[in-house]
């Protein structure tokens, strides 16, 4: 089949591309202009904006937190449209297929579930592979689980860390690596309530510090082509910012990506002690190149906040909205699920101006990325309204007209013209987020590339515009029209595949066996677990 998309503005940064002129696809991939070639479809994209499908690199949409989530308010989870009965997980109620679908109207392509538990990696690509249309990617969680805690306590060498790390990615499918709290859910579990950047973890005796730039070095040094993926202490606390600064200053010259920024910008000033330190933050992010961050923005509404991050969980049930949450303790890192309602009083719009604020004060639309960190400050749903805030100065202002006047005046929002320009927004959520997880095959439409691609009319309302592409191809295939899907089909999970150390698998096997008296066979699983044809696509390392 060939594909000629013709009269669209195509903006490509990855490639420098921007203008009018034609696309085309060849089945699965992107071509140049075939001499001479007649297409077997035209598409006339006269008066649209085309770009590459759309990557989201933190959202959580599978796993046990999420499901605990659904669990825990099913109020929320009204039965969804009729689907496939082929789907796995068809009968249970959960919303992972309608995730696909509303992710792909969008003209996303590509979603990173941010947060596995190495140990229920099955489960959680059985729920991904159950999402359609898009393909998915992880990062697994290390940084609080006993094996590695022990290995940094006992000075274990660089090589037996690289061992371990390099193995729980190959084990678990991941595509990257993520450390929450560093050593505070370990801490939690004798009854430490506060963890800070140099805080000593009890029994083991490391910092969190430590743990970090131990697997910061470890993860560069395999040539994991995503930066240790970082959620740092303190998480929503005022002075939050002195811990994020102290982690941007730890980078020391090596790649390192902080998570949802926008929960760690916050200073004390003012007669309620909590004021925004975006500016501050965002100075430090672009005097400090080795480093890139999302920005996890808060936008009003009912949602759920859902983390492995389990001291901050336990410390926040008091807010719970409406009044009921669940906190669990795991081996690793446990977690806990507390639903939250952001409204339009001091503190929400403190945190709505603060993730804003760090969208237009970082200058560099290569190192910040478009997040949410669905759900936990909106669901994924809300972005393109986030869209509109960001490309049009008037929509900020007249959304901040209807704040607390007292929030703003310790925010510099107002002051701030920038409005973003289409190239950027197709640098943050396309090409910038490809070359940040090490993915060649897409964020661009150069020939060679897988053909995803998103087409938008141009049009006064941004958020309507974005909100529904006129037309998706997702690997070729044309699954969206109009805003609505015409066509399903099943994506891959994107995955590395470094080889196993075989003395590190001996020594795993011994350590489960004596931990918990069971096979190291429980713990990992072959691909032909996932009931789907050819379920991973692998990714290389870096050489």
């Not at 095959?441 to 141009?458: Q, S």
């Amino acid at each position: 089949m060939l594909t000629r998309i013709s009269g669209g503005e195509i903006i490509d940064p990855a490639n420098h591309r921007a203008g009018k002129g034609d696309l085309w696809i060849e089945d699965e991939r992107i071509v140049e202009a075939p001499q001479g070639g007649v297409a077997d479809r035209v598409l006339d994209a006269t008066g649209c904006i085309v770009m590459a499908g759309a990557i989201d690199i933190h959202s959580h949409i599978g796993g046990g937190n999420v499901n605990t989530a659904r669990l825990l308010l099913p109020e929320q989870h009204a039965a969804h449209l009729p689907r496939p009965a082929a789907t796995p997980l068809s009968n249970a109620g959960w919303s992972t297929f309608e995730t696909g679908c509303l992710y792909a109207k969008m003209g996303f392509t590509t979603v990173v579930e941010p947060a596995m538990s190495p140990g229920a990696a099955l489960h959680t690509h059985l729920e991904l592979a159950d999402i359609p249309i898009i393909d998915k990617a992880t990062l697994a969680i290390l940084g609080n689980d006993d094996f590695i805690l022990s290995m940094i306590r006992d000075d274990a060498s660089p090589a037996m860390i690289e061992d371990y790390v390099a193995w729980t990615i190959g084990a678990t499918r991941a595509l990257g690596v993520k450390v929450i709290n560093a050593g505070a859910a370990a801490a939690f579990k004798e009854d430490v309530r506060t963890f800070s950047f140099d805080d000593v973890v009890p029994s083991y005796g490391v910092s969190s510090r430590r743990i970090v730039k131990t697997l910061q070095a470890a993860v560069d040094r395999l040539g994991v082509p995503h930066p240790l993926h970082v959620h740092c202490n303190n998480l929503g606390a005022a002075g939050a910012a002195d811990t994020a600064a102290e982690t941007i200053a730890a980078a020391e010259g090596l790649p390192l990506h902080l998570a949802h920024l926008q929960f760690y910008s916050y200073g004390k000033e003012g007669k309620r002690k909590f004021s925004s330190a975006a500016a501050r933050l965002a100075e430090l992010v672009n005097s400090t190149p080795e480093v890139t961050i999302d920005i996890g923005q808060v936008m009003f509404g009912q949602t759920v906040t859902i983390s492995s991050d389990v001291l901050r969980q336990f410390s926040a049930r008091g807010t719970a909205s409406p009044k009921k949450t669940v906190i669990h303790d795991g081996d690793g890192n446990g977690g806990g699920v507390v639903p939250y309602n952001y409204r339009n009083n001091f503190y929400g719009s403190m945190q709505w101006a603060i993730g804003l604020e760090l969208f237009l004060l970082i200058t560099d639309p290569w190192r910040v990325f478009f997040t949410t960190d669905h759900p936990n400050g909106a669901p994924f749903t809300t972005y393109p309204a986030l869209f509109e805030l960001l490309m049009n100065r008037a929509a900020r202002e007249e959304a901040a007209a209807a704040l607390p006047k007292a929030a703003l005046r310790l925010s510099t929002l107002s002051s701030i013209d920038r409005e973003y320009s289409f190239e950027e927004i197709a640098i943050m959520t396309r090409a910038a987020p490809a070359k940040l997880l090490g993915l060649t095959d897409r964020g661009h439409l150069g020939a060679g590339a897988i053909a995803d691609v998103a087409i938008y009319r141009r049009g006064d309302d941004i958020a309507k515009m974005l909100g529904a592409a006129a037309f998706v191809f997702k690997n070729g295939d044309l699954v969206v029209k109009e805003g609505e899907i015409t066509h399903y089909r099943w994506g891959r999970a994107l995955r590395l595949n470094p080889p196993p150390d075989k003395a590190m698998v001996r020594r795993l096997e011994d350590y489960h066996q004596q931990r918990y008296g069971l096979s190291l066979d429980w713990f990992t699983f072959p691909d032909s677990a996932i009931a789907r044809e050819e379920p991973f696509r692998e990714v290389p390392c870096r050489s």
